[in-house]
């Protein structure tokens, strides 16, 4: 690919236009937005753009109800297991201590689907207080850790950004939005990459 075969990059503060459906997407199950009974949509909790830059055009958090859900699976889920692991012998329940080993796991695992908080702009992807500039980053890898695939990404600037690539992809806008930056970042500025990248997420090579 060639820089002029690019899509078009979205102008900074409108976000027009948008870039087209991007490959290496795999969460096809996700419904629409208006339907999508896991998704938080209060506008106060909606993040802040980086300063001085565009507005948030696309962002993402689970709702307080899906991850209580969740805490609250982890909590059964955990104890069948010690009771497996004790033989399906559940008198360790009348523990007081193990109660609450079980209830810090279930306030674990609410945090870690209540923090999931992506958030991009035309140019810029957000998480938690870290940032990148999606069209001047010259370092993309995907990398796997535990049982995710997550992006790590590094911009002209020396910013850091480590992302799920499932939380990038809980929202088809946002995921077409990080895209065409990636897409731009090696097609124009030959940043690094990784096999995975590639073959993963269909990144082109620089060369191709």
Do not use: C
Request: proline residues 8%; without cysteine.
């Amino acid at each position: 690919m060639v820089s002029e075969q690019l899509p078009p990059r979205p102008d900074p503060w409108t976000g027009e236009p948008r870039p087209p459906r991007a490959p290496g997407f795999f969460k096809w199950d996700k419904p629409p937005k208006d339907q999508d009974s896991e998704r938080d949509r209060s506008q106060r909790r909606k993040p802040t753009p980086p300063e001085g830059q565009g507005p948030v055009l696309e962002w993402y958090r689970h709702s307080q109800r899906y991850s209580i859900g969740m805490g609250l699976a982890g909590f059964v889920l955990i104890g069948i297991l010690i009771g497996f692991r004790q033989g399906l012998d559940y008198s360790w329940l009348s523990i007081p201590w193990m109660w609450l080993f079980l209830a810090v796991a279930g306030l674990g695992m609410y945090g870690v689907f209540r923090l999931v908080d992506p958030a991009v702009g035309a140019d810029w992807l957000k998480v938690g207080r870290t940032w990148v500039l999606l069209y001047e980053l010259t370092d993309i890898k995907v990398r796997h850790r535990g049982m995710s695939m997550h992006l790590d990404l590094k911009d002209s600037g020396g910013r850091k950004v480590q992302v799920k690539v499932d939380e990038l992809q809980e929202d088809r806008d946002m995921w077409d939005l990080v895209y065409n930056g990636l897409l731009h970042s090696v097609v124009t500025n030959g940043a690094t990459t990784n096999w995975a990248a590639h073959s993963l997420l269909e990144v082109p090579d620089e060369s191709e």
